[in-house]
Nanobody
């Protein structure tokens, strides 16, 4: 399964962006899909995740209330609506899909089976 992200770009603080992640195989049903990000010099950070069976969503503390994750099951595409962007949101954003969480937390990157190539988000002050 390949994941292809799009929608990154450069915006000013307070602006909005919408990221998309399309899975190459429509029949693939992951246990969880999520967004992760890595800023220069920092560890990869879990941003948001959504469970396929329940639709339950989870968010990182730094983005809760500003970002919204959603998934269109008809075309197996994941979205991340980002509002009120801050300079500290600047990072490479990656889409990830897990085939088997095996009891791990949504934010555990070791649970991710497939990664996208990433899309850059830059927020200027």
């Amino acid at each position: 399964v390949q994941l292809l992200e799009s929608g990154g770009g450069s915006v000013q603080a307070g602006g909005s962006l919408r990221l998309s992640c399309a899975a190459s195989r429509r029949s693939y049903v992951p246990t969880l899909m999520g967004w992760f990000r890595r800023a220069p010099g920092k560890e990869r950070e879990a941003v948001a995740g959504i469970y396929s069976n329940t639709g339950t969503k989870a968010y990182g503390d730094s983005v809760r209330g500003r970002f919204t994750i959603s998934r269109d099951t008809t075309n197996n595409t994941l979205y991340l609506e980002m509002n009120n962007l801050k300079p500290e949101d600047t990072a490479m954003y990656y889409c990830g899909a897990s085939s088997d969480m095996n009891g791990r937390s949504w934010s555990d990157t070791t649970a991710i089976s497939y990664w996208g190539q990433g899309t850059q988000v830059t927020v200027s002050s």
